[in-house]
T-cell receptor, first 114, second 113 residues
């Protein structure tokens, strides 16, 4: 079955450390997205990518970085510049960015600070 | 700008009760509207969608009708079950946006047996 796989499910970061969250999809989707979800709140867009080798900042990109070297993969790095990284991170993809295509989500990665 | 407003939760109901979760929006152009559901510790799943005025999306007993005159997309279910306990998100994709979903804050639903 096609879907989106996020790993790891739980991740712990030490002070001053960069960590990378994995997101892989086998849906052949062009567009991929990273969201941050804080307790009791909605989703905020960190970065998105419409095609390979291209990505754009979302609303809260500071302290994060991404790459899109392959269509299937869109890893997110939480850098030491992100001072409040504790959150639930969700990766999503869609068939294309225009039109009415819904976004499909992975099961998320919960990041905590040690 | 574009925005989505959902009723605040938590909403607590008894099993078999009627459910309404309100969602209103502000958007330019002709948006598409979505309801997503998030079960504890999981990602979001698309529940239903509507792409034009008067469309009714439905799935798993849930329904929502795209009302352009009231800019609303309220989620309803005639008889809820304990397994419906989750957080429900309303979202829109504006006609002038080629990528971004605008999200409501989510409404937590608790169903008691």
């Amino acid at each position: 079955d096609g879907g989106i796989t996020q790993s790891p499910k739980y991740l712990f970061r030490k002070e001053g450390q960069n960590v990378t969250l994995s997101c892989e999809q086998n849906l052949n989707h062009d567009a991929m997205y990273w969201y941050r979800q804080d307790p009791g709140q909605g989703l905020r867009l960190i970065y998105y990518s419409q095609i390979v080798n291209d990505f754009q900042k979302g609303d809260i990109a500071e302290g994060y970085s991404v790459s899109r070297e392959k269509k299937e993969s869109f890893p997110l790095t939480v850098t030491s510049a992100q001072k409040n990284p504790t959150a639930f991170y969700l990766c999503a993809s869609s068939a294309r960015t225009g039109g009415n295509q819904p976004q499909h989500f992975g099961d998320g990665t919960r990041l905590s600070i040690l | 700008g574009n925005s989505v407003t959902q009723m605040e939760g938590p909403v607590t109901l008894s099993e078999e009760a009627f459910l309404t979760i309100n969602c209103t929006y502000t958007a330019t152009g002709y948006p598409s509207l979505f309801w997503y559901v998030q079960y504890p510790g999981e990602g979001l799943q698309l529940l239903l969608k509507a792409t034009k005025a008067d469309d009714k999306g439905s799935n798993k007993g849930f329904e929502a009708t795209y009302r352009k005159e009231t800019t609303s997309f309220h989620l309803e279910k005639g008889s809820v079950q304990v397994s419906d306990s989750a957080v429900y998100f309303c979202a829109l994709k504006a006609g002038d946006s080629n990528y971004q979903l605008i999200w409501g804050a989510g409404t937590k639903l608790i169903i008691k047996p």
